[in-house]
Structure formats: structure tokens, C-alpha cells
């Protein structure tokens, strides 16, 4: 079954000169978010195939200037969230800028924002508004908190959603001298990419029905049912069997193990992979010996010895050493990379995971393709991150502004248009 969106050009163009082919083609996405969390959701859905047309405030979005940048507003961090976009900007505290806005959404497909919905509606911009102008629009909230609770009218940020469910507490469990959050923004992408998920199942959803309808994304309930799926634990049951927290996971010797020279991530963990491993270390009767070793139930209660034992016997070979001898065993290795040593990888070289581009303003660029493979519709990057306001005019044009129109929106702040 085909996802319909309004009959359109994609306004994804490859650099071979053709429309997208992804398998969103045609569908028409205004992405009112910034930072980091719904622009990665809608950079997936770009790479799906989607015209995605970035609206920004005249001040652009707050992550063009994180980090090292070639020119003003075009940071490295930026470039990796918003490619497959286009830039339009409008001062949607503007009359003109607001009707534009409603102009562009009744010819839309979906509507997702990141600010809290008290926001959009103090811009008369909720999904009543929207769904005014086009009742089979999707409306997708993606921000903090679920509206139904005492924390909705809440600001929230990626270290606050991580220490709300718990992460920083989980890491002093597992060995840390104190509490920290994970050191990348864990809890933006994992709910962009529930976000993703969510618009394109109400957009199969519109396609049977017909029917549009408003979505809420929250942070903390997203990420409390990730982190909760491993740790409830015991304390599913009612009355608990047992403590929350996953032992296995909370073990402080989970970690790359050291060699003579160096680190190496090891994971030993069924039945077949102990067996070879005990009699790799010349110690083939221990599970039969052993209670504690017996079963995986068993290893899991006893998880911290094992795991120690697993150390003390890392830390007798070099990591060239363990390689060679856990991959002739089948038993899982991985080097632990570096920053710079995982844009070196020799797999990621060999599937091409990374592509040497040129972008239009900022030059030569490292980029990461779509890492998912399609034997009809493959996705691809059909363009690179824009310039703030780059599109306004093209777009704007498209909702039927005159150039006289434009201009004067231009003039009055109302909108951006980025010189050519």
C-alpha cells in the first residue's frame, strides 16, 4: 500500500538531476522544530524521500552555530541534522508571517514542532488552527512531557530527559565514581527517532482513513519505556520477584575489557560461546563444574564473578591476540574505537558509509549516508544542510506569493530570503 500525499513535485533533487525516489516521495513535511531532536527526525523522513521545508525564525536555528563552522550558521553539528531540507524563514509572531505559514500548511502533508504547545497556540498555530486550513493534515508534538500529567507545561532538554529516567543513576550502579549523563544526546535521537516512526505509521494511517490527526511525541514517557524495558526487571511483577535493575548491565567490569596493550569489547554470552571460551583458556569443565556457570539464569545471578573472572584473563593477551583467537572461535569482538579511528573503520570505508561531498557554500565535507539498504526505492541525500533562508522564496513562490509579495515580506521582517 502507498503512502498518498498531495499530488506535487518532491522538491528533492539528487545531484544526478532526478526527483527523489525514496520511498516518502511526494509527501510534503513543514518542519517547525530546532536544536537537535526533531531535526533529526525530520532529516530521517528527508532521507525517506519527503520535501521537508525547514522553518526557521529569523535568527535561524539555535544549533547553526555549535561548533566549528566554515561560515556563520553552518556548524558542523547543524550540517549533520538538516540535510535533505529546504530553509525558509518566517517571524511567525508576525501576522504575514503566521499566513504564510497557514498558506504552506494547507498544502502540506504533516506539521511536526518541538516547542511546548502552550507556545503554538499563543501563535494560534495548535492543530485546531492547522486543521482548519487541512483537516487531513498529520499535527506531530514532539517535546518534553505528556500533556496529561503535572509536568507538561515543563522545559525539557536532553540532560534533563536523561536524568529524569534515571541514566546518570544507572551509571553510579554500574561502577561510576558519580552520577553522568551518556555523552551524546541520547535522548534527542532516540525520540526523534520514535517521532520518525510516528509520522510515518499516521500517514498509512491517513492513507486507509482519510483521516488526519494531532500526535504527541513526549521525551520522558519515550524515554522511560526505553530505559525501563531492561531495568523494571524484578519489579514487573506484582508483588516483585526481585529488584529493579538489569545485573548484566549494571556490572561494573561491562566495559571494554583491557589487554596487555591496549582495549577490546568482548561479549561472551550464551551457552555455546562459554563453552568455547572456557576451553580456550583451558579450563573446559567449568560449566559442567560449576553451578554458577551452568545456565544463562545462573550466569546472570552471578554475573559480577563472571565477568571479573573475564577481565583477569583479558588482561593476559594483547588485543592482536584476542582477536585472532575469539574471531577462529566465533566468539563476538570489536576493537574499541576512538572518535578518529571510527571514521577510519574499514567496514564503514567498504560499504561507503561515508561519502567525500561538495556543499554549495561551505566546500568540501565529510558526509554519512542513509545507512539502511532498498532494493526498490533506496533513499539518498539529495541535498545538503541549507543556509538559513535559503528556499524562502522558491517556497513561497510555490504557495502562490507574488515577487512583489515576497519582497514585501522581506522588507517588513516577515521573512529572510538568503542571496543567491
Not at 518532491?10 to 538531476?17: E, F, H, L, M
Not at 579511528?341 to 558509509?353: E, K, R
Amino acid at each position: 500500500m502507498e503512502v498518498e500525499g498531495t499530488a506535487r513535485a518532491t522538491g528533492a533533487v539528487g545531484k544526478d538531476g532526478k526527483e527523489s525516489n525514496g520511498p516518502l516521495a511526494g509527501i510534503r513535511i513543514l518542519d517547525l522544530t530546532t536544536v537537535l531532536m526533531g531535526p533529526y527526525a525530520t532529516q530521517i523522513l528527508g532521507d525517506l524521500g519527503a520535501d521537508i521545508i525547514k522553518i526557521e525564525p529569523p535568527g535561524g536555528d539555535t544549533v547553526r552555530g555549535i561548533g566549528p563552522a566554515r561560515n556563520p550558521g553552518m556548524a558542523g553539528v547543524f550540517l549533520h541534522a538538516n540535510r535533505n531540507k529546504r530553509s525558509v524563514v518566517l517571524d511567525l509572531k508576525q501576522p504575514a508571517g503566521r499566513d504564510a505559514l497557514l498558506r504552506l500548511a494547507a498544502d502540506a502533508d504533516v506539521l511536526i514542532y518541538n516547542v511546548r504547545p502552550q507556545a503554538m497556540q499563543r501563535l494560534r498555530l495548535g492543530y485546531a488552527d492547522i486543521a482548519a486550513v487541512n483537516p487531513r493534515i498529520v499535527y506531530v508534538g514532539v517535546y518534553g512531557y505528556g500533556q496529561r500529567g503535572p509536568y507538561a507545561a515543563k522545559p525539557a532538554y536532553d540532560d534533563l530527559i536523561q536524568g529524569a529516567v534515571g541514566i546518570p543513576a544507572l551509571s553510579t550502579l554500574a561502577g561510576s565514581e558519580e552520577p553522568r549523563y551518556a555523552p551524546n544526546a541520547m535522548a534527542d535521537r532516540i525520540v526523534g527517532m520514535s517521532a520518525a516512526n510516528a509520522v510515518t505509521a499516521a500517514l498509512l494511517y491517513r492513507t486507509r482513513t482519510g483521516e488526519g490527526q494531532s500526535i504527541e511525541v513526549p521525551m520522558f514517557e519515550t524515554m522511560a519505556q526505553f530505559v525501563l524495558g531492561d531495568h523494571m526487571y524484578g519489579a514487573t511483577f506484582d508483588p516483585p520477584i526481585g529488584p529493579a535493575g538489569y545485573a548484566r548491565l549494571l556490572n561494573d567490569n561491562r566495559k571494554p575489557y583491557r589487554t596487555r596493550d591496549g582495549y577490546l569489547c568482548v561479549m561472551v554470552y550464551n551457552d555455546k560461546q562459554w563453552k568455547t571460551f572456557f576451553a580456550l583458556i583451558g579450563q573446559p569443565d567449568v560449566m559442567t563444574n560449576d553451578p554458577r556457570f551452568h545456565s544463562i539464569g545462573e550466569r546472570t545471578k552471578h554475573i559480577h564473578e563472571l565477568y571479573r573472572m573475564l577481565a583477569e584473563v583479558m588482561a593476559t593477551r594483547t588485543s592482536a591476540e584476542w582477536t585472532a583467537v575469539l574471531e577462529a572461535a566465533d566468539i563476538p569482538v570489536m576493537p574499541m574505537h576512538t572518535l578518529d579511528s571510527l571514521m577510519n573503520d574499514p567496514h564503514l570505508q567498504a560499504v561507503g558509509f561515508f561519502e567525500m561531498v561538495e556543499h554549495p557554500s561551505e566546500g568540501r565535507m565529510r558526509s554519512m549516508t542513509v545507512p539502511s539498504r532498498w532494493s526498490k526505492s533506496q533513499p539518498h541525500i539529495a541535498r545538503q544542510a541549507p543556509r538559513l533562508g535559503q528556499h524562502s522564496a522558491e517556497v513561497l513562490a510555490e504557495a502562490g506569493y507574488s515577487p512583489a509579495e515576497i519582497e514585501a515580506m522581506a522588507a517588513s521582517a516577515a521573512t529572510l530570503v538568503a542571496d543567491a
